[in-house]
C-alpha cells in the first residue's frame, strides 16, 4: 500500500487560506487519495477525495498534481472551528477500503 | 438521522480483564470497521464485518474479535487486557454500495487499562 508523507504541523491566520501538502510517491494508478480531519476528542471527518482530477466540494478543495505523486487540500476561508489534525491516505486497493491513517498534521487556526 | 454510535464513551479495566465495546452503524450503512488510536497517533485499523463475517484484519493480535450482528451493529472484544490497549477505540460504518468507500466515524470509546 502506498504511504503519505504530512509536515506535522501548519498555523493559519482565521479567514485566510490554508494549504495543506501531501507527499504520495507510491501511489497507484487505482489508488485514491483521501482527506480526513479530526477534531479534538472527535472521531475522524471525511473531508474530500480525489483520482486524478481536482475536486471541490462545500468544506474544501483537493488539488492532485499530474504526476499524482502528491496532492494539497485547500481550506478556502479557515475558520477557529477548522483546528484539528488532518490526514491524508491512499486508499488500500482492496475494494473494501481499508484507511491506513499515517500521524497527519496539525493544523491550529489563529484569529 | 443519528450517525455512528459507540458506548459506552468512557471504560475503565483492570490488566488481564476482558472488555466489550459496542457501535451502531449510520442508516444504510452495513459495513463496520474498528480502529485503535493511541494518544498522539493516527487511527490504526483493526479489522471490517460486512455481512456477519471478518472481511479484513489489521496486524492485531487474535485477543481482538469481533461480532457484527443481523442488524449490522457490530461489537469489539478484547480479552487478556494489557496496559498497550489503553487508546481511543473508533468505528467507522460505511455502504458497501458506495462507489467512494467514504467512512462515517463514531465519537469513539476511550478504554484506560490500569
Known amino acids: 500500500d502506498a504511504k503519505t508523507t504530512q509536515p506535522p504541523s501548519m498555523d493559519c491566520a482565521e479567514g485566510r487560506a490554508a494549504n495543506l501538502p501531501c507527499n504520495h510517491s507510491?501511489?497507484?494508478?487505482?489508488?485514491?487519495v483521501y482527506w480526513y480531519r479530526q477534531i479534538h476528542s472527535q472521531g475522524p471527518q471525511y473531508i474530500i477525495h480525489?483520482?486524478?482530477n481536482n475536486e471541490t466540494n462545500e468544506m474544501a478543495s483537493l488539488i492532485i498534481t499530474e504526476d499524482r505523486k502528491s496532492s494539497t487540500l485547500i481550506l478556502p476561508h479557515a475558520t477557529l472551528r477548522d483546528t484539528a489534525v488532518y490526514y491524508c491516505?491512499?486508499?488500500?486497493?482492496?475494494?473494501?477500503?481499508?484507511?491506513?491513517f499515517g500521524a497527519g498534521t496539525q493544523v491550529v487556526v489563529t484569529p | 438521522d443519528a450517525g455512528v454510535t459507540q458506548s459506552p464513551t468512557h471504560l475503565i479495566k483492570t490488566r488481564g480483564q476482558q472488555v466489550t465495546l459496542r457501535c451502531s452503524p449510520k442508516?444504510?450503512?452495513?459495513?463496520v470497521s474498528w480502529y485503535q488510536q493511541a494518544l498522539g497517533q493516527g487511527p490504526q485499523f483493526i479489522f471490517q464485518?460486512?455481512?456477519?463475517?471478518?472481511?479484513q484484519r489489521g496486524n492485531f493480535p487474535d485477543r481482538f474479535s469481533g461480532h457484527q450482528f443481523p442488524n449490522y451493529s457490530s461489537e469489539l472484544n478484547v480479552n487478556a487486557l494489557l496496559l498497550g490497549d489503553s487508546a481511543l477505540y473508533l468505528c467507522?460504518?460505511?455502504?458497501?454500495?458506495?462507489?467512494?468507500?467514504?467512512?462515517?466515524f463514531g465519537p469513539g470509546t476511550r478504554l484506560t487499562v490500569t
Open positions: 467507522a460504518s460505511s455502504p458497501v454500495t458506495s462507489g467512494s468507500y467514504e467512512q462515517y
Open positions: 507510491t501511489i497507484s494508478g487505482n489508488e485514491y
Open positions: 480525489g483520482l486524478k
Open positions: 491516505i491512499v486508499r488500500t486497493t482492496d475494494s473494501w477500503g481499508k484507511l491506513q
Open positions: 442508516s444504510g450503512h452495513d459495513t
Open positions: 464485518y460486512y455481512e456477519e463475517e471478518e472481511r
